[in-house]
């Protein structure tokens, strides 16, 4: 679910050489002043994404969606064709190689490609739409649309032309078994504009009007059928209260929500394919750590279950498939429910937010340097900045392809192949016999392969092992007779081997190179974070990691930000900038100067991410009217876009979190945080109205929510504020030691300097007396002094867990009675 708002699509002026003028439709949808256009080329190559410039040598001529394809469309009176996908995933499009499916395409079609990751506005629409008709999602995603970009038909795959095996969609008009495959339902759909044009775009508005219905969320406050007229956000009394439904009760309904739906034995949510749910994930883990009301609402023995249902998912996931055992990093997803095979892609994003996650999970265990999770936080950070994914000028690039070439030379690439080993590869790379032996016994390494055939339909994965931990260094000791020490040295040495002959041997997968602003900011946040809790374990990775975060934002400030036009621009790539940026690129890039600045001491971060906060206000904020006579507010709330998006029919306005967290979650956060640390009634207040925009979404399904949940605690009972006045090395290192849980600001007061940013931005606080303070929430501008016996952020050893695990990892849980 998401909100949204209809509108015209926009065409604005022409940014492309040759593009052709404008071609306005009347309401019946027919062209005035049509234009004749050359033969279609294809035009892939100026893009600034490498998933499109990839296609600029296929037959069918690619279009980008801009206002020359959508006149084009419209002059000729032609459906669109659009092809959704990123690089990193496994493609599928040896289709639109065939021939006849590329000149049918080219000739009674616009074909247009676009990156979701360089246009999610697109990839949320369409998706919503496509999974509203097929009831599944995935990429490519591919739709037929109108020349007003108005859906009329949608899938994921079908299969090639002329494919004589079983498909996912099946072809039953005429009572034939057979496969839909691409030319069937290309052939089909252009059949139907053609004779029945009037009832297809009849039926596509219908779509529009359906799909803006289904993604209603945060527009309780709007009438339907009108768009309010917008209005200052500063014509707001932001000192007045602000009253709303939404209380701590609904944390303690999501927490029940989401236990009904946890798989025990292996970790995470439903029984099939497995997402890394970071968001829930973080709600989950920080039950324990919630002020005491918060607990004593969901009940601290449920808390206690929660937390730990967390952690033994993130157990799993370090075991599983997922996580790339000798390079490093994690895989996208897993695609059976006991993580043991993956989606091989290797994304930028979810690797910023599992750092993040687990780094969470290391200090709720109690932050023991030598800790399993200690090596977890410490391996993904180390693969975030490797060479592989970080620029040498700044910033991170996007992702890792799925697939790759086996070896050198060979003809085709196939699915997975960096990561696969057979048995005898394996040996062969390892060398020393004992070695192999026990590393093949730890990752579960099989003579005739280890994917289990009901997984593998087209025999992708025949006689190949994926790495997995099968067994702990204990029950290895006991199996082959060796000490536990001797079996972690023989893995150890045995992972090193492997690392050097994948490198040497194999053809490491493509790389996305784009630098993508929302990404970059999530890699900021978890690498200033994790650099601030390593600084006294290992000083060494701690100076790289923030060297990098600030590395990449100050490539942001150089080559993304505009700030004579306050515009942040969201892809580069080769030199060339992609779109404006979207919300969610200054949600997170807020969010990571917001850590850099509590890291570093340095104001600079926080001024930008002030000045940054005001931009996205104003472009993204919906500021329009209530209409409710049973609230004091606006609707509030960001949207994804702002009101003049170029080519989009509906404006979506993001609050359930989804394998990222959700826009205005982020917001939200940011929001109580600059509110907090620049005494600013505003940014509190825009906060608090932006969580009341979901309440009668959150009150019917809290558990969608994680990251507006966590809004709630500072909305009804503040956030812990801590400040330092010449303490700032102790406070750095007593504030990020502890685990996130409410909402937490520091702030560096140096009441000698009465010249800086800060102080002029916010000359209120008077603390002169050297110390850490924590803000009274009670009563505003009153402070009090703390010490370091303040501070026991670990959680109790002796805590009951509410879960058993076996030697398989395998986790059962025992019922809790809540204390509530």
């Known amino acids: 679910m998401m909100s949204a708002r209809l509108q015209q699509p926009s065409n604005p002026k022409p940014s492309t050489p040759g593009a052709q003028p404008s071609v306005l439709l009347d309401p019946s949808g027919s062209s005035k002043g049509a234009t004749s256009f ?81 246009h999610p506005n697109y990839d949320y629409i369409y998706m919503n739409y496509n999974e509203s008709l097929n009831s599944v999602g995935g990429w490519p995603l591919n739709v037929f649309l109108t020349p007003n970009l108005e859906p009329v038909f949608s899938g994921t795959y079908w299969a090639p032309p002329g494919a004589t095996s079983s498909a996912s969609n099946v072809d039953e008009a005429d009572g034939a078994d057979r496969p839909l495959d691409w030319l069937t339902v290309v052939r089909k759909v ?53 009253d709303g439904e939404l209380d701590l009760e609904q944390i303690e309904e999501a927490f029940a929500r989401i236990t009904r739906t946890f798989d025990y034995p292996f970790g995470g949510f439903g029984h099939q394919d497995k997402f890394l749910t970071p968001s829930k994930l973080s709600l989950m883990l920080r039950a324990t750590h919630f002020p005491t009301e918060v607990q004593d609402v969901a009940g601290p023995k449920d808390c206690d279950f929660i937390s730990d249902s967390a952690l033994h998912t993130l157990r799993r996931i370090a075991h599983g498939a997922v996580h790339d055992h000798i390079g490093g990093g994690f895989h996208r997803h897993s695609v059976t429910r006991d993580w043991s095979l993956p989606s091989f892609e290797k994304m930028l994003i979810d690797n910023a937010l599992l750092l993040g996650v687990f780094l969470d999970a290391w200090l709720l265990s109690g932050g023991n340097p030598d800790e399993e999770l200690a090596q977890t936080v410490k391996e993904v950070a180390d693969y975030i900045t490797s060479e592989t994914l970080m620029s040498s000028g700044g910033g991170f690039f996007t992702s890792e392809a799925a697939d790759s070439y086996s070896k050198r030379g060979d003809p085709a690439m196939r699915n997975g192949a960096f990561y696969l080993w057979t048995r005898k590869e394996f040996d062969t790379a390892v060398g020393d016999e004992n070695e192999a032996e026990v590393a093949a016994a730890y990752w579960d390494v099989q003579a005739d392969g280890n994917v289990d055939p009901m997984h593998d339909p087209l025999d992708e994965f025949l006689n190949q092992n994926v790495l997995r931990i099968a067994k702990t260094h204990a029950r290895l000791s006991k199996q082959l007779g060796i000490s536990a020490d001797e079996a972690a040295q023989r893995i150890a040495s045995a992972r090193e081997k492997l690392r050097i002959y994948r490198e040497k041997e194999r053809v490491r997968p493509a790389v996305d190179t784009k630098i993508v602003t929302a990404y970059n900011g999530m890699a900021i946040v978890a690498l200033s974070r994790a650099s601030a809790v390593l600084r006294d374990h290992d000083p060494e990775r701690a100076t790289k990691y923030l060297a990098a975060a600030r590395k990449a934002a100050q490539f942001i400030k150089t080559q993304l930000w505009n700030s004579s036009q306050k515009v942040l621009h969201r892809v580069y790539c080769d030199g060339r900038l992609g779109t404006a940026g979207f919300a969610e690129d200054y949600a997170y890039l807020i969010e990571g100067l917001l850590e ?36 004091n507010v ?166 009951t867990t509410g879960l058993t695990v076996n030697e398989l990892g395998e986790a059962t849980p025992v019922p809790a009675t809540s204390s509530s």
């Open 634 to 799: 606006k609707c509030g709330g960001f949207y994804s876009t702002t009101h003049d998006a170029p080519h989009t029919i509906l404006r979506v306005k993001e609050g359930i979190d989804g394998s990222q967290p959700s826009v205005n979650s982020v917001s939200v956060s940011n929001l109580f945080r600059l509110g907090a640390l620049l005494n600013d009634k505003k940014y509190t207040y825009l906060a608090k109205a932006s969580v009341n925009a979901f309440s009668v979404e959150i009150l019917e399904h809290p558990n969608l929510f994680p990251g507006l949940l966590c809004g709630i605690i500072p909305w009804r009972l503040g956030g812990r504020h801590w400040i330092s006045v010449g303490e700032n090395d102790r406070a750095k290192s007593l504030f990020h030691k502890a685990p996130r849980a409410a909402l937490s600001t520091l702030r560096y007061h140096d009441p000698q300097n009465t010249n800086s940013w800060l102080r002029k931005r916010d000359p209120s606080l008077e603390l002169k007396e050297p110390g850490i303070y924590t803000q009274d929430n009670d009563n505003p501008g009153v402070y009090r002094k703390i010490s370091t016996d303040d501070t026991p952020w670990a959680r109790n050893s002796t805590a």
């Open 38 to 118: 050359a033969p279609l080329v294809n035009r892939a190559a100026q893009s600034p994404s490498p998933y499109v410039r990839a296609r600029s040598n296929s037959p069918v001529a690619w279009q980008l969606l801009d206002e020359e394809a959508v006149n084009r469309a419209t002059s000729e009176n032609k459906l669109i064709f659009l092809s959704i996908g990123f690089l990193a995933s496994h493609p599928h499009l040896e289709s639109f190689s065939d021939p006849t499916l590329a000149t049918l395409l080219n000739k009674e079609f616009i074909p247009v490609i676009v990156d979701r990751e360089e």
């Open 596 to 631: 850099l600045y509590e890291v570093t001491a340095d104001d600079s971060w926080l001024n930008w991410a002030d000045e940054l906060q005001s931009v996205q206000i104003t472009r993204f904020y919906d500021d329009a009217p209530s209409t409710a006579a049973n609230t």
């Open 190 to 242: 252009h059949s139907s504009w053609k004779d029945e044009e009037s009832r297809v775009r009849e039926e596509a508005q219908q779509n529009c009007v359906d799909l803006a219905q289904v993604v209603s969320e945060g527009m309780v406050d709007h009438p339907s059928d009108v768009e309010p007229a917008r209005q200052d956000v500063s014509a707001v009394d932001y000192a007045q209260d602000l």
